[in-house]
């Protein structure tokens, strides 16, 4: 059974709908910018997974309230300040697809100044760098004729946390609720998700 990372389930998983919720936030932006501030929480979902949400909002109480309900609905619950943020690291991440040469693009990458190469279970390869270079690591690795499949400055768990059974079904069910909360802009979480699971979903 092939475990794979965060990057992989989660984006795949809630993309349209974290697409729609950031299309709505960029609309409420637009109509009234001055009242939305940028504000993160955290919290634990099924499992003890840890979570990670950024928000922009003009009430954080409302956002505290229909963030509280989504964990509370789905066996988790909202924590402290610094209670998981500890577990994620900012990082420019760069995703390449199974077949890509790995020994090149590791050469490649270190050339160019990227802190690690990572090889994935589905054969992809991950290039973190420093935030502040990641611009220039792309460029130069798409030079070299590495294009990346996927390329963001993003929040990576440094520690995961696998689940399978019922407690992965109502994390992805945890996730997807989030994702579609109009003031939210991005979730992490250093969750670990089975193949099968993602099959039954």
Known sequence: MAIHTRWANIQHITGRAAEAARAR??????????NLEPVRYEGYGPGGAAVLIE??????????????QAFSDHGGHLGAEGSVSYLFNHVGLMVYPPGTD??????????AGAEDVVPNSDHSIEVLADPMEFDTVRAILTDCGFVPAAAEVTERASLTTPLSGEP?????????????????????????ISDEVLARI
């Open 25 to 34: 936030a960029r609309l409420r932006a637009r109509s009234d910018p001055q």
């Open 55 to 68: 928000c922009i909002s003009d009430d954080h109480n409302r956002t505290r309230a229909d963030l509280r």
């Open 102 to 111: 790995e020994e090149r693009l590791m050469h490649a990458a270190l050339e």
């Open 168 to 192: 992965a079904e109502r994390m992805v069910r945890l996730l997807e609720k989030l994702e579609e909360l109009d003031d939210v802009r991005n979730v992490y979480s250093n969750v670990e």
